[in-house]
Structures are given as structure tokens and as C-alpha cells.
Nanobody
């Protein structure tokens, strides 16, 4: 069974940093992309960043470009999201995601709260 375990969220002041991790299992990690999404209260889920474990291609949403860095460790089956220069508008629940066997799989989410 596919499992995605997100961790690393917390409370941080504006301008601070956090590092999120997603541990993936139940599928061939090297053949898939892992993405980070976030959802703030009252807002739709938003794509933050994505990395292909196969070819290393990376995507960043416009709102996080230059502040967030995604990376993968294929040997450990993990994807990390280093978040810097955090802003209050980055406050959300962050989820990791993959698409496998014709469906999307989601982790349980980790809360990130940025205080002003």
C-alpha cells in the first residue's frame, strides 16, 4: 500500500525557516514524482513544488520561487522541502503527494504556521 508520511511542520516567525520531509513507501520511488501541496483555511489546495525522482526535474509555484527548495533522496525514498524567508501567507497544512496506478495518493499533512 502506498504511504506518504509528512513531517517537520511547526510554528515559526516570519523570515524564519522550516524543513519538511516526506517519507514514501509502497511503490517504486525512482519512477515517480513527489509533490508538495498546501491548503490554508478557506482556500483551495495549492501546488507548491514537485520533483521527479526519475529525472530530477523540478517545479515551483510562483509564490514560493526563490524561497523554497525541494530535493529527493532516492536511496531513502524521501523528499524534503526546505522553506526559507517564510511569510504569514505560507501558513497552511502541507501535504505530500504522488500519482500511482491512475490515482493520486496523499499523506496526512503537517501544519506550518508563520507568525508575523
Amino acid at each position: 500500500e502506498v504511504q506518504l508520511q509528512a513531517s517537520g511542520g511547526g510554528l515559526v516567525q516570519a523570515g524564519g525557516s522550516l524543513r519538511l520531509s516526506c517519507v514514501a513507501s509502497g511503490f517504486t520511488f525512482d519512477d515517480h514524482a513527489i509533490g508538495w501541496f498546501r491548503q490554508a483555511p478557506g482556500k483551495e489546495r495549492e501546488g507548491v513544488s514537485c520533483i521527479s525522482a526519475n529525472n530530477g526535474k523540478i517545479y515551483y509555484g510562483d509564490s514560493v520561487k526563490g524561497r523554497f527548495t525541494i530535493s529527493s533522496d532516492n536511496a531513502k525514498g524521501t523528499v524534503s522541502l526546505q522553506m526559507s524567508s517564510l511569510k504569514p501567507e505560507d501558513t497552511a497544512i502541507y501535504y505530500c503527494n504522488t500519482f500511482y496506478r491512475l490515482r493520486a495518493w496523499w499523506g496526512q499533512g503537517t501544519q506550518v504556521t508563520v507568525s508575523s
